[in-house]
């Protein structure tokens, strides 16, 4: 036996395996393994592969999809945000690799604060300092930089580009993911009660046996792991000809509020942080407070429209920090909080590779705005 009990390559061909849960973990294990060739099957209480916008759905839809090692540095360790860094140059390998091509861009992000904020700003820049030699840090952009690289912004005293932080089409993505999956077997309205070496136990007393199980499902593997949900609010505002074309961080009292561009015509602002694994819909407060934030620094959207208010919770366990256990018959990763679009595909590398089951993705030269 070699690497964590697997058998040794040479005497592995395809193997059956099975996924619990079809979110954003499994979505991308699924298309990965498939690809290498695996017999995959995925199983999940989704009523399809569509998104639902009910509270219910994969967090993974839900997520803007800010891919910030940088920033998050506020809030995570510098773990996260090495698994982040790795995880953009990854991202842009699988993009290059789906045939539809979700948008994904890495030309940095921004930092604005109003300048009642400025010594709040100056403590979250102190943090983000702390990056290790070598990766981006931020700058300061000079009174006019950002009226000429983002016109659609006005009102915001202080600014700040976040150098080849980027943004993913989340929904766009997990579309891609499962319909280019290779061969994949869904299972959809199907729940997995407990995840076992080598088996998915089924709500329906099925007990599929494979040769490797991965347990991705989220805030669905408690109690099986200690996780818990923490509440998100987003909010999805058309608004025709935007012009936005990086995500924005606006320093706020009470949430980590941020616009991404969706889409020519799509913002979305989000997001509440909320201990509580409620999946009710949106408050009006939190729509309120994000809004307004919004608007203070880009007044175009005082004509969006609002199209969806959207709810979710954040697989998160004790630590808030990503866990990835590989033993016998069995990988769990969990607890990817309010990272999962930005280190996913690092976490899904080193797991094939903890596993010996597949050839790491490369990214290619080229990228793809
Ligand atoms: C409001 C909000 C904003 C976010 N913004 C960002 C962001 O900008 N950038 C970023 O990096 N991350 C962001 N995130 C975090 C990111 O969405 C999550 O970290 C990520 O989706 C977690 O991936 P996952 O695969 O572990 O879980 P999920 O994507 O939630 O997928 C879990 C899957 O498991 C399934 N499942 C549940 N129970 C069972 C069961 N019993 N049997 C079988 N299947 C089951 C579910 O149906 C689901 O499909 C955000 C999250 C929220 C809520």
């Known amino acids: 036996m070699t690497r964590a009990g697997f058998p040794p390559e040479s005497e592995r061909g395809r193997l059956s395996i099975g996924i619990a849960g079809a979110g954003l ?3 991308l294990l699924a298309w990965q393994l498939g690809r290498a060739g695996h017999r995959v099957s995925v199983h999940d209480p989704a009523a399809d592969a569509e ?3 009910d509270g219910r759905q994969a967090a ?3 997520a803007a999809g800010m891919l ?6 506020d809030n995570s360790s510098a773990e996260v945000a090495a698994l982040g860094w790795r995880s953009l140059a990854l991202w842009r390998g699988i993009v290059a690799a789906l045939r539809t091509r979700p ?3 890495t030309d940095g992000s921004l930092l604005l604060a109003h300048h009642s904020d400025l010594g709040a700003a100056q403590r979250v820049l102190a943090r983000l300092a702390a990056a290790p030699p070598g990766t981006p840090q931020a700058e300061a952009l000079p009174a006019g930089r950002l009226a000429q690289i983002e016109p659609s912004l006005q009102g915001a005293a202080h600014a700040w580009l976040l150098p080849q932080e980027g943004h993913i089409d989340t929904v766009a993505a997990l579309r891609a993911l499962h319909a280019e999956a290779p061969g994949v077997d869904w299972h959809w309205r199907s729940t997995v009660r407990a995840v076992e070496p080598g088996a998915l136990v089924l709500a329906d007393g099925g007990r599929p046996r494979f040769d490797l199980v991965f347990d991705v499902r989220g805030t669905g593997a408690s109690p099986e792991l200690p996780v818990r949900g923490v509440r998100g609010e987003m909010v999805w505002l058309h ?3 935007h012009g936005l074309t990086r995500p924005v961080r606006l320093l706020h009292p009470r949430h980590r509020v941020y616009l991404v561009p969706r889409a020519a015509d799509t913002v979305l602002v989000g997001a509440s942080e909320i201990e509580s694994a409620d999946r009710s819909p949106v408050s009006l407060r939190s729509a309120v407070e994000l809004m307004a934030a919004a608007h203070s620094v880009m007044p175009a959207l005082a004509e969006a429209r609002i199209v969806r208010l ?3 919770l ?3 366990l004790p630590d808030n920090e990503p866990r990835l256990d590989v033993a016998p018959g069995r990988v769990r990763i969990n607890g990817l909080f309010r990272h999962g679009w930005l280190i996913t595909p690092a976490l899904v590398e080193d797991a094939l590779q903890r596993c010996g089951l597949a050839e790491p993705l490369r990214p290619p030269e080229t990228v793809h705005g």
Request: aromatic residues 8%; neutral net charge.
């Open 310 to 312: 959207d709810v979710n």
């Open 314 to 316: 954040r697989p998160a």
């Open 68 to 73: 910030s090692p940088l920033a998050e540095l």
């Open 103 to 105: 948008a994904c861009r």
């Open 25 to 27: 973990l499994g979505r």
């Open 51 to 53: 998104p639902s916008f």
């Open 60 to 62: 993974g839809f839900t």
């Open 239 to 241: 608004a025709a000809d």
